[in-house]
């Protein structure tokens, strides 16, 4: 196993196939990354008290950092996270305890935080924090703080999901190669 998977609890990182994940990385416990997924340097995907998911074609872009809720007397189930496919996760966005749906685009500094859930096809603006718990319906482009819908989505918008999931699976494949 390389250095930057890491078991923890008995739990080590499932990738499925044509994963790519940077050596600066560190991806630890009960994570299953789908195939075609790719993880750049200082990214960190920490699954150590819950789990995480992440759906075909997804891209973690350099330092972002990807985490759960534990569960406890606060929050008894706690939350896992889990991201969809064709999500590009911009540079240094956090994630905690979160849902997001297929085709979704977090913007560079992110945050969104725990029991969130997010629908498809939406944008998070760069900077934008989604507060605990919020539900992002699909369509519109959500940005501030608190993150508010600023727009419906432009036709342009929904065809640049799939491109920017395939752009990063063609990226991590010069990698690979």
């Known amino acids: 196993m390389s250095h930057h998977l890491r ?14 994940i940077d050596p600066q990385a560190s991806v630890i416990g009960d994570v299953v990354l789908g195939e075609d997924v790719s993880v750049w340097p200082q990214a960190v995907i920490r699954g150590d008290m819950h789990q995480i998911r992440i759906g075909a074609r997804t891209s973690v872009q350099d330092g972002s950092v990807l985490h ?6 606060f929050n ?4 896992p996270l889990t991201l969809g496919e064709d999500v590009t ?3 240094k966005a956090i994630l905690h305890g979160c849902t997001l749906g297929n085709r979704i685009l977090v913007g560079m500094g992110a945050i969104i935080m725990d029991g969130v859930v997010v629908e498809d096809e939406v944008i998070i603006a760069a900077g934008a924090v989604v507060p605990p718990k ?13 993150a508010k819908a600023i727009r419906v989505l432009k036709d342009s918008e929904r065809a640049f999901f799939k491109y920017s999931a395939a752009n990063y699976v063609k990226l991590k494949d010069e990698y690979l190669a």
């Open 76 to 79: 008894p189930g706690g939350w």
């Open 68 to 73: 759960i809720t534990h569960a406890s007397d």
């Open 7 to 20: 078991t923890f609890r008995g739990h080590t990182p499932v990738c499925g196939p044509r994963v790519f």
């Open 89 to 91: 996760v911009g540079h």
């Open 134 to 146: 919020r539900h992002l319906e699909s369509g519109h482009v959500y940005a501030g703080n608190p």
